[in-house]
T-cell receptor, first 113, second 115 residues
């Protein structure tokens, strides 16, 4: 069965430090991959997506993610975190259509001043 | 209004009440979704509509009844809910499932509390 795992429930980083949020998926073929961010009291905002092609994907707000087929991973990175990046981050996978998009449990990011 | 809007943003209802959640998308999309987001649990896909036809119902109890009168509007009718139904209900939309563009755009959600 298709699934997505975010191993880290909560991560704390200092402002200006680099960030990497992990995402692993289990699926028979390479699915479509997404990262979303959710600020408190808000819906989910798409940060970036991977469908095919270049395995390093650039997104909004300075985020990027790298697809590694051999590791079934799609980790999210940012070289320098800002206080406004504090939020919940969700990795999601979907097969060829959207009927069965699966979300990870989320990683809550806290940014220390 | 732009994007995906949801009303109300907050709702408190008793177990015997009947209420409805409304979602409207202004993106020209043809697919719409209802998700349930509970604390400590991953997002749960509830219903999917494509071109106003329901294409997915993920074993959702019948006390939740969706309605999609047109491609821009989606409703979730609620009746005889249980306290465990308290959650954030998120609506999303995307291009039609056959076009190859699969990002979903989310509304801000309705925070539902069942007393």
């Amino acid at each position: 069965a298709q699934s997505v795992t975010q191993p880290d429930i909560h991560i704390t980083v200092s402002e200006g430090a680099s960030l990497e949020l992990r995402c692993n998926y289990s699926y028979g073929a390479t699915p479509y991959l997404f990262w979303y961010v959710q600020s408190p009291g808000q819906g989910l905002q798409l940060l970036l997506k991977y469908f095919s092609g270049d395995t390093l994907v650039q997104g909004i707000k300075g985020f990027e993610a790298e697809f590694k087929r051999s590791q079934s991973s799609f980790n999210l990175r940012k070289p320098s975190v800002h206080w406004s990046d504090a939020a919940e981050y969700f990795c999601a996978v979907a097969p060829y259509n959207n009927n069965d998009m699966r979300f990870g449990a989320g990683t809550r990011l806290t940014v220390k001043p | 209004e732009t994007g995906v809007t949801q009303t109300p943003r907050h709702l408190v209802m008793g177990m015997t009440n009947k209420k409805s959640l409304k979602c409207e998308q202004h993106l020209g999309h043809n697919a719409m979704y209802w998700y349930k987001q509970s604390a400590k649990k991953p997002l749960e896909l509830m219903f999917v509509y494509s071109l106003e036809e329901r294409v997915e119902n993920n074993s959702v109890p019948s006390r939740f009844s969706p309605e999609c009168p047109n491609s821009s509007h989606l409703f979730l009718h609620l009746h005889t809910l249980q306290p465990e139904d308290s959650a954030l209900y998120l609506c999303a939309s995307s291009q039609d499932l056959s076009t190859g563009s699969y990002e979903q755009y989310f509304g801000p959600g309705t925070r539902l509390t069942v007393t």
